[in-house]
């Protein structure tokens, strides 16, 4: 039985990876001269800043640091906190209250840094639907290593095999995997990535809720 649900943020509470994606593509042109491709942009998806620069600097043979990378990038705002629409996946806050009345622990385990993640869950008055939140700040190793969700394990007070992960990103579900977590792969968002390693793929909050009750 399932006891504890874990959530990434990013494109499974918020649909924000479609901008994630243009934003950093845009950055990469207009502040250092590199155009990345959109396959590229897609697969740091789940990372953190020093990973996905890391990644960048070798693929387009650059050695952009990561505080000149975040200095720039402050230059354009901040999602978490000044994106006027900011609100939750159509579903998503319906199913984890009734994931918690069910009595299911619900834990946040996010690449994001704390203060983004804890700014842009109160805006949307949702910081109490969570028993737990881990953020990117919060561990050595980021997504896809699996050290945030065994973080969240600790936190969650149940048996790995009492748990479920849902993630949209290869990052996010090797994370879990590796932290040997049942995984959903979730595709309600606009931006559908590959999600084939999970162990089982849905597309609503509807349905996400209807087999985690079940």
């Known amino acids: 039985m399932i006891k504890c649900v874990m959530f990434d943020f990013d494109g499974v509470i918020v649909d924000s990876e479609r901008y994630a994606l243009d934003l950093l593509i845009r950055i990469m042109k207009e502040e250092y001269g590199v155009e990345i491709t959109e396959e590229d942009a897609m697969h740091v998806i789940g990372f953190n800043t020093a990973r ?3 990644y960048l600097n070798e693929k387009y043979n650059e050695s952009i640091s ?3 990378y975040v200095s720039r990038y402050s230059k354009y705002g901040n999602f978490y906190m000044e994106y006027k629409d900011l609100r939750p996946i ?14 299911k622990r619900v834990g946040l385990v996010s690449s994001t840094r704390s203060k983004h993640i804890l700014y842009a869950l109160d805006r949307m008055s949702i910081v109490s639907l969570f028993d737990f939140i881990i953020t990117g700040d919060m561990v050595t190793s980021s997504k896809p290593d699996p050290e945030p969700y065994l973080k969240g394990l600790s936190f969650s007070h149940c048996d790995k095999g009492e748990c479920a992960v849902i993630e949209d990103s290869p990052a996010g579900i090797a994370a879990a995997k590796s932290a040997g977590i049942f995984t ?4 309600a968002a606009s931006v559908k990535l590959d999600v084939s390693k999970a162990d089982t793929v849905i597309d609503s909050y509807t349905e996400l809720c209807r087999r985690l009750l079940s």
């Open 52 to 54: 996905t620069i890391s």
């Open 66 to 68: 990561v505080d000149d």
């Open 90 to 103: 159509d579903g998503a806050v319906e199913c984890m209250a009734k994931l918690r009345e069910h009595g």
């Open 184 to 187: 959903v792969g979730f595709q």
